[in-house]
């Protein structure tokens, strides 16, 4: 067990619609980052955050937002949703900033947008 | 050009064989290296950091040419259950994965 747990596992929206995805990382765990994986395909970075601050971005639109509170609990949102969101979106956390640590990833949240 | 590039794929084995997985990234600046392995539908696993000097671990071993931004994975003796998803991952201040190369090895 990696101590990283996300919610909900499963999720149906429609196009357009809007969605928060959660996780909440071990205590201690600093940095959280957030990963869309598609089918066959390896995770795709979204975004980093490191003590409640942005600290890195991928190749995805502004209308991927997140947060991270004190708790070590982090948020995904996504606005307007297009059918290509459709994925599994994992998150990680490690004690560090980032990119030197081992990953622990959570089970993921699978989002079928409809 | 993608951050990190692997193998396509797939591979298709028989027990015993040695398998080779190739990577390259395009960020000349970073810092970490990795492969981890996923299983079908599980979350990826760390296999083992890459290390400039090489490193093994058993029957795995990892190479690391920063001259080149190429990294490698030998899996001497393969075992049924090596199959999976082996992904190359490199870091800076964040960490990026390959799409993964599959490997099948087959009795």
């Known amino acids: 067990e990696t101590g990283v747990t996300q919610s909900p596992t499963h999720l149906i929206k429609t196009r357009g619609q809007q969605v928060t995805l959660r996780c909440s990382s071990q205590s201690g765990h600093n940095t959280v980052s957030w990963y869309q994986q598609a089918l066959g395909q390896g995770p795709q970075f979204i975004f980093q955050y490191y003590r409640e601050e942005e600290n890195g971005r991928g190749n995805f639109p502004p209308r991927f937002s997140g947060l991270q509170f004190p708790n070590y609990s982090s948020e995904l949102n996504v606005n307007a949703l297009e059918l290509d969101d459709s994925a599994l979106y994992r998150c990680t956390s490690n004690p560090g900033r980032g990119g030197e640590e081992t990953q622990y990833f959570g089970p993921g949240t699978r989002l079928l947008v409809l | 050009r993608k951050e990190v590039e692997q193998d396509p794929g797939p591979f298709n084995v028989p027990e015993g064989a040695t398998v080779a997985f190739n990577c390259t990234y395009s960020n000349s600046a970073s810092q970490s290296f990795f492969w981890y392995r996923q299983d079908c539908r599980k979350e990826p696993k760390l296999l083992m950091s890459?290390?400039?000097s090489g490193n093994e671990d058993g029957r795995f071993t990892a190479q690391l040419n920063r001259a080149s931004q190429y990294i490698s994975l030998l899996i001497r003796d393969s075992k049924l259950s090596d199959s999976a998803t082996y992904l190359c991952v490199v870091g800076h201040n964040d960490m990026r994965f390959g799409a993964g190369t599959r490997l099948t090895v087959k009795p």
């Open positions: 890459v290390y400039s």
